[in-house]
Every structure is written in structure tokens, then in C-alpha cells.
């Protein structure tokens, strides 16, 4: 009984029928890419690589652009800052200016002094 066990074992082979290649493993091992191929699809090639490296040099002007415009943006704040502290002073000379013709007009005989007033403390001997 094992002998007959043994021989319906072997009867029982499967059958390895290798697969069909697919096109992917066709492009894998270049068996689609031929010579031909790329002589057929030439103008299509070209079309596609001019297209990358137009998309890729666009993409490089604007990054240039955008810094240049973030550059600008922080050169106008400072400036923006910098007219307010220079209208801040002029205003404030303006308004001494006129303090002073009014002082002046008025004969009141004040001045402007450059110097902080002094306290003065009295020593009794």
C-alpha cells in the first residue's frame, strides 16, 4: 500500500506553466525600449524634456522672485519705520519752534534751557 501511495504522489506534479511576461517586466529588462522605439517617439521625448525644464526653470523664477519680493517687504518696513521716527523729531522741532516765538511774541522772556534742572539741597551749619 505505500508503494501505490508513492506513485499517485508523483501523478499528482503540478503542472508549472511559467506566466506571460507583463509589459512592466517587458519595460524592466528593456525588452519594449528599443532603438526603435526611441526613433518613433523621438518628437514626443523632446516635447516632454523641453516641458520639465521649462516647469523646472519657472519653478527656480518664482522662488527667486518670491525672495526678492520677502527682501523688499522687510526693506519697506524699515523704512516705513524710519519716515516715523524722522516725523516724530520734526514734529517735535516744529512745535519747540513755535513754543519759542510764541514765548517770544508774548515777551515773556523765558528760554530753553540745555540742561536738566538741578535740585539744590541747603546744609545748616
Known amino acids: 500500500m505505500a508503494e501505490t501511495d508513492i506513485h499517485i504522489d508523483n501523478q499528482k506534479k ?12 517587458d519595460v524592466r529588462y528593456g525588452r519594449s525600449l528599443s532603438v ?11 516635447v516632454f524634456v ?4 521649462s516647469l523646472m526653470g519657472l519653478r527656480y523664477k518664482t522662488k ?7 527682501r523688499l517687504r ?6 516705513e519705520s524710519s519716515k516715523l521716527q524722522e516725523k516724530a523729531a520734526y514734529m517735535s522741532l516744529i512745535r519747540e519752534t513755535e513754543m519759542k516765538r510764541m514765548v517770544e511774541e508774548k515777551g515773556l522772556g523765558l528760554e530753553f534751557q540745555e540742561f536738566p534742572p538741578y535740585q539744590l539741597e541747603l546744609i545748616n551749619d
Open 36 to 46: 526603435e522605439f526611441f526613433k518613433r517617439n523621438a518628437w514626443l521625448l523632446m
Open 50 to 53: 523641453v516641458a520639465l525644464l
Open 74 to 79: 522687510v526693506e519697506l518696513q524699515r523704512a
Open 64 to 70: 527667486t522672485k518670491m525672495e526678492e519680493i520677502k
Open 14 to 25: 503540478p503542472n508549472l506553466k511559467r506566466p506571460a511576461p507583463t509589459w512592466m517586466e
